[in-house]
Structure formats: structure tokens, C-alpha cells
Nanobody
Framework: QVQLVESGGGLVQTGGSLRLSCAAS????????MGWFRQAPGKEREFVAA????????DYADSAKGRFTISRDNAKNTLYLEMNSLKPEDTAVYYC????????????????WGQGTQVTVSS
């Protein structure tokens, strides 16, 4: 089992930046790929970014390309999402997720989920 706890969310103005963190605990000795997803009010959860265990593969949703950067520090068991040039449409609950083996960008690819952190971008 892996437990995931997100932090770093908050209220920011349009054009601002936030850095989300996701601390993993439990069976972190395994080589998990990880991802960020988000869910806006009244909408389905959607993919934001994913990163493989060694960071050799990274993928972004089109909405995140050029503005968001996913990274990880395996020594600290922590996943990050640096978000710049934030827009009101980025407002959502952001979730981190871990996948036991392989790699994926779909919700169903992931085995473990955090509780989420709220990001609100004001116009």
C-alpha cells in the first residue's frame, strides 16, 4: 500500500504560480510511476501530467504544456507540480496518483490516490 498526501494548494490570482507537493509513504521502495490529475466543479477528473519512476518519460495534457512542470525526488518520496501562468480554468481539486508498475496517463491506470488539494485561481 502507498499513502499519498498532497499539499501546496491555495488561492492565487490569474498569472500567478503555485507549487504542489505529494508526499508518498508506505511501500515506497517499489518503482512507481506517478501523475497529477484534477477535477473542477461539475466536471470529470482529468489528466494533467505523469512521470515515470526514473523521470525518463513525462507527459502533459495540452492544457498544461508550457505552463506546468512535473518532477519527483525519489530520495524524498515526493512528487511535485510547478504551475505557472495560472488561469481561472485551472481552478480544481488536484490529485496525485501512483501506479505500481508500467506507465499511464489514464485515471484507470493508477492504483493509489491522494485526497486532493484545492487550487483556486481568481480573475
Amino acid at each position: 500500500q502507498v499513502q499519498l498526501v498532497e499539499s501546496g494548494g491555495g488561492l492565487v490570482q490569474t498569472g500567478g504560480s503555485l507549487r504542489l507537493s505529494c508526499a508518498a509513504s508506505g511501500r515506497t521502495s517499489s518503482s512507481y510511476s506517478m501523475g497529477w490529475f484534477r477535477q473542477a466543479p461539475g466536471k470529470e477528473r482529468e489528466f494533467v501530467a505523469a512521470i515515470s519512476w526514473t523521470s525518463w518519460r513525462i507527459d502533459y495534457a495540452d492544457s498544461a504544456k508550457g505552463r506546468f512542470t512535473i518532477s519527483r525526488d525519489n530520495a524524498k518520496n515526493t512528487l511535485y507540480l510547478e504551475m505557472n501562468s495560472l488561469k481561472p480554468e485551472d481552478t480544481a481539486v488536484y490529485y496525485c496518483a501512483a501506479r505500481r508498475s508500467g506507465y499511464g496517463t489514464r485515471i484507470e491506470d493508477y492504483d493509489y490516490w491522494g485526497q486532493g488539494t484545492q487550487v483556486t485561481v481568481s480573475s
